[in-house]
């Protein structure tokens, strides 16, 4: 059970690391890299081959600005890529348009701008139908988190 975080720059660790924080919650096994898909696709391409042949099964991409890191990935493997737009100019939304308008039939699953952490969720969603104990965990998770929001919203809130 191996997922792979793939970002473009370095710089967009911090809103990558979201989604290995909840990987480990669910003791998924988790690889990052720093790859670009214009700086150095051959060594992307390459990644890729390795993953594959090391077992991995899903891959969470993250990227800004042209934003092209997922759909390159998405062209060039068949395992499931979610894309994480990062906000690197106008909001974010370039980012997001650029990875959700994906020509078919080469799709990329795409999550909120900056929320790695729903990719990282996708990700054990894919998971969970392979592997049952993903699935026992994944439900107690849901379970926990409505208990713990009707627990904090009991009382009403004040305005």
């Given at each position: 059970?191996?997922?792979?975080?793939?970002?473009?720059?370095?710089?967009d660790?911090?809103?990558?690391?979201?989604?290995?924080?909840?990987?480990?919650?669910?003791?998924?096994?988790?690889?990052a890299?720093?790859?670009?898909?214009h700086?150095v696709?051959?060594?992307?391409?390459?990644?890729?081959?390795?993953?594959?042949?090391?077992?991995?099964?899903?891959?969470?991409?993250?990227?800004?600005?042209?934003?092209?890191?997922?759909?390159?990935?998405?062209?060039?493997?068949?395992?499931?890529?979610?894309?994480?737009?990062?906000?690197?100019?106008?909001?974010?939304?370039?980012?997001?348009?650029?990875?959700?308008?994906?020509?078919?039939?080469?799709?990329?699953?795409?999550?909120?701008?900056?929320?790695?952490?729903?990719?990282?969720?996708?990700?054990?969603?894919?998971?969970?139908?392979?592997?049952?104990?993903?699935?026992?965990?994944?439900?107690e998770?849901?379970?926990n988190?409505?208990?713990?929001?009707?627990?904090?919203?009991?009382?009403?809130?004040?305005?």
């Amino acid at each position: 059970m191996k997922v792979a975080i793939i970002f473009g720059s370095k710089s967009d660790t911090s809103k990558m690391k979201n989604a290995a924080n909840i990987l480990k919650e669910f003791n998924v096994e988790y690889k990052a890299f720093v790859l670009s898909a214009h700086r150095v696709p051959e060594e992307l391409s390459k990644t890729l081959r390795n993953l594959e042949d090391d077992g991995y099964e899903c891959i969470i991409a993250g990227a800004g600005l042209a934003a092209h890191l997922p759909g390159v990935i998405a062209s060039q493997t068949i395992l499931p890529v979610i894309g994480v737009p990062i906000d690197a100019a106008v909001n974010g939304l370039d980012a997001l348009l650029a990875i959700v308008q994906m020509p078919k039939p080469i799709p990329v699953a795409t999550v909120a701008i900056n929320n790695s952490f729903n990719a990282g969720m996708l990700a054990i969603q894919i998971l969970a139908l392979k592997y049952p104990q993903v699935k026992e965990q994944l439900i107690e998770y849901r379970k926990n988190m409505k208990k713990q929001f009707i627990e904090e919203n009991s009382e009403g809130v004040e305005l």
